[in-house]
């Protein structure tokens, strides 16, 4: 099972980025998937889930109504659309799989979102 996640990178408050996370070794469209980040000097907070088909998503409070996460199973691929950044949401950001494969859950090595002027 690998994760990567890509698409993190400086933003200004106010902006926007795109993650993606590609997915291999597992049948992806089986499994909800998740975003979660963590920021520095705090514990991992947990930001969206997605399940397999897309039917059904959820969002933390924190980001309600500025991120959207989708998914194309077509291309094993989970997205997370990011608008009206704030400071706060600086943090390295993983996708993991929504249940175990197997015997764990699999977390990707993450993406650094960092929004400052």
């Known amino acids: 099972v690998q994760l990567v996640e890509s698409g993190g990178g400086l933003v200004q408050p106010g902006g926007s980025l795109r993650l993606s996370c590609a997915a291999s070794?597992?049948?992806?469209?089986?499994?909800?998937m998740q975003w979660v980040r963590q920021a520095p000097g705090k514990g991992g907070e947990w930001v969206s889930t997605?399940?397999?088909?897309?039917?059904?998503?959820t969002y933390a409070g924190s980001v309600k109504g500025r991120f959207t996460v989708s998914r194309d199973n077509a291309k094993n691929t989970l997205y997370l659309q990011m608008n009206s950044l704030k400071p706060e949401d600086t943090a390295v950001y993983y996708c993991?799989?929504?249940?175990?494969?197997?015997?764990?859950?699999?977390r990707g090595q993450g993406t650094q979102v960092t929004v400052s002027s």
């Open positions: 997605i399940t397999n088909g897309g039917g059904s998503i």
């Open positions: 993991q799989t929504g249940a175990p494969v197997g015997r764990r859950f699999y």
């Open positions: 070794g597992f049948t992806f469209s089986t499994y909800a």
